[in-house]
């Protein structure tokens, strides 16, 4: 069993949609949870953390951690062009863990 | 403060040639690490290094070696390139092993023919 799993897509919403975005892990040792961006040709980039469960906000991004259920969201409100990317979560208990990232295209 | 940086951006090998990946950060961490990105795989931890003088294997560390001298700098080495190793490689680097943020370099696209 992978350490996180994360549905690959690819995904496709017109512009304003609300967008989610998911992971589940199996390791409940985990405690930082993060969500990084990359654009295409580029480097991934911190989007996001949160530790432990619940959520946390920033502008139109919310991550989600349910440690119970060992499931983390992103949510992207009004959801712009700028945003398609490839979204990966990454986890952290004794070493950082990369799900294989979901590809998100806005269309205008 | 240009974080991390990897040299070249393009390559392209032929079987059995070999080659080094560049990296250097100048943030100052201790904590820094290779990573190979296939087109729906994410990302694979080739090497990793925890500071000037040790470095440790990953999950796919055959066919690659790393050298850590100084702080700044983690070359990746490819010895006898094979086209398994056809991929983008990214090197970061971070505070520390976890908890932390891993800075990214922008990536070198390697294709061996």
């Given at each position: 069993?992978?350490?996180?799993?994360?549905?690959?897509?690819?995904?496709?919403?017109?512009?304003?949609?609300?967008?989610s975005?998911?992971?589940?892990?199996?390791n409940?040792?985990?405690?930082?949870?993060?969500?990084?961006?990359?654009?295409?040709?580029k480097?991934?980039?911190?989007?996001?953390?949160?530790?432990?469960?619940?959520?946390?906000?920033?502008?139109?991004?919310?991550?989600?951690v349910?440690?119970?259920?060992?499931?983390?969201?992103?949510?992207?409100?009004?959801?712009?062009?700028?945003?398609?990317?490839?979204?990966?979560?990454?986890?952290?208990?004794?070493?950082?863990?990369?799900?294989?990232?979901?590809?998100?295209?806005?269309?205008? | 403060?240009?974080?991390?940086?990897?040299?070249?951006?393009?390559r392209?090998?032929?079987?059995?040639q070999?080659?080094?990946?560049?990296?250097?950060?100048?943030m100052?961490?201790?904590?820094?690490?290779?990573?190979?990105?296939?087109?729906?795989?994410?990302?694979?931890?080739?090497?990793?290094?925890?500071?000037?003088?040790?470095?440790?294997?990953?999950?796919?560390?055959?066919?690659?070696?790393?050298?850590?001298?100084?702080?700044?700098?983690?070359?990746?080495?490819?010895?006898?390139?094979?086209?398994?190793?056809?991929?983008?490689?990214f090197?970061?680097s971070?505070?520390?092993?976890?908890?932390?943020?891993?800075f990214?370099?922008?990536?070198?696209?390697?294709?061996?023919?």
């Amino acid at each position: 069993q992978k350490e996180v799993e994360q549905d690959p897509g690819p995904l496709s919403v017109p512009e304003g949609a609300i967008v989610s975005l998911n992971c589940t892990y199996s390791n409940s040792a985990f405690q930082y949870f993060m969500w990084y961006r990359q654009y295409s040709r580029k480097g991934p980039e911190l989007l996001m953390y949160t530790y432990s469960s619940g959520n946390k906000e920033d502008g139109r991004f919310t991550a989600q951690v349910d440690k119970s259920s060992k499931y983390i969201s992103l949510f992207i409100r009004d959801s712009q062009p700028s945003d398609s990317a490839t979204y990966l979560c990454a986890m952290t208990g004794n070493q950082f863990y990369f799900g294989t990232g979901t590809s998100l295209t806005v269309i205008p | 403060n240009a974080g991390v940086t990897q040299t070249p951006k393009f390559r392209i090998l032929k079987i059995g040639q070999s080659m080094t990946l560049q990296c250097t950060q100048d943030m100052n961490h201790n904590y820094m690490y290779w990573y190979r990105q296939d087109p729906g795989m994410g990302l694979k931890l080739i090497y990793y290094s925890v500071g000037a003088g040790i470095t440790d294997k990953g999950e796919v560390p055959n066919g690659y070696n790393v050298s850590r001298s100084t702080t700044e700098d983690f070359p990746l080495r490819l010895e006898l390139a094979a086209p398994s190793q056809t991929s983008v490689y990214f090197c970061a680097s971070s505070y520390s092993r976890s908890y932390n943020e891993q800075f990214f370099g922008p990536g070198t696209r390697l294709t061996v023919l």
